[in-house]
């Protein structure tokens, strides 16, 4: 049997999500709730304070630790409560409904998966010929803009911004919300094939994956990665050694800034570069020469696999 499901969670709401797929889901429950007031921030100081990257807004967040759970703040949208240990995140009643939907879908959701074992990346994620391929970069480098190239040709898009990792006999991805947000300079006005606008912002245009193109969260093998970087004119892949990856791999982790979780982080991170093929992919930032990034790198996965 199916259920709503992202990241390996069957996922239970009081509210509709219009960001999920199907899957069996045998690794927890996810149960989210809406919180009837905002609540009182935490006397003590966050564990983290940063500024998001890859907006034109300046959008601030916090997280703090509150005895057995933890307390999120982030300014678009408001207070979010998360207790992994059994599986409930609380979100905001009110605000924009799309933008407080995507914001579950990170750093709230990404808790409970590591408190499950799992680790995630900051990178989208691609099926090809029945595995994965990470796509690894900060915001605003082109991976969604490359995702959706390889959605065009086909290709089943498997997330968009956070990839949850697993490692069991072999790494695997947990498929996450079937979306893309796409920047307005990318946009023609038109959904892409397969896709539909939900939402338009000064910022990012979010597409909604059509039923038919989602598939389900089953975990699918993690085949390879690539880490995005700029050429001028020549589209090409360079093969990473994996103690190189390390760095690029830690910086794009998500991990608590406490020594037992950079620790089970950095093993897992370890494993995973030196278990799959990891390439630098150099391409030139222009729309005409998507098509031919994406057959390369497709050609690369299969030759390596």
């Known amino acids: 049997m199916n259920f709503p499901s992202n990241f390996g969670f069957r996922i239970h709401s009081s509210q509709p999500l219009r960001f999920v797929r199907e899957g069996s889901a045998q690794n927890g429950i996810l149960d989210v709730q809406i919180r009837e007031c905002a609540p009182i921030a935490p006397s003590d100081g966050p564990l983290l304070d940063w500024t998001l990257s890859g907006s034109n807004r300046e959008i601030n967040a916090k997280l703090y630790s509150v005895h057995h759970f933890y307390r999120f703040w982030i300014s678009d949208t408001g207070w979010y409560d998360i207790d992994p240990s059994i599986g409930i995140v609380k979100m905001p009643k009110s605000g924009d409904e799309i ?15 590591l408190y499950r074992g799992d680790f995630s990346l900051h990178a989208a994620a691609v099926e090809i010929d029945g595995g994965a391929l990470l796509i ?12 959706l190239a390889f959605h065009r040709q086909g290709y089943r898009v498997l997330t968009e911004d956070s990839a949850c990792c697993r490692l069991n006999s072999a790494p695997r991805l ?8 796409v920047r307005p300079d990318m946009f023609d006005g038109r959904a892409p094939i397969g896709t539909q606008v939900v939402a338009q912002y000064d910022d990012r245009i ?14 699918i093998p993690i085949r390879g990665l690539i ?13 990473v050694v994996y103690q190189r990856a390390l760095p690029d791999l830690w910086a794009l982790n998500f991990h608590l800034p406490t020594d ?6 950095f093993r897992q991170l370890s494993e995973l570069a030196n278990t799959i093929p ?9 729309l005409v020469a998507l098509a031919k990034t994406v057959d390369t790198v497709a050609k690369a996965l299969r030759s390596a696999n």
């Open 99 to 113: 933008l407080r939907e995507q914001r579950l879908w990170g750093l709230p959701t990404m808790l409970c998966a």
């Open 174 to 181: 947990l498929p996450g919300p079937p979306m893309l947000r």
């Open 227 to 239: 880490f995005l970087r700029e050429s001028a004119n020549e589209i090409h892949l360079e093969r």
């Open 136 to 147: 690894a970069a900060p915001g605003r480098h082109g991976k969604t803009t490359l995702a």
């Open 260 to 265: 037992a979780s950079r620790a089970q982080v």
């Open 206 to 219: 979010y597409l909604a994956l059509d039923e038919n193109r989602r598939g389900s969260d089953d975990p």
């Open 278 to 286: 990891i390439w630098n992919l150099y391409r030139p930032l222009r």
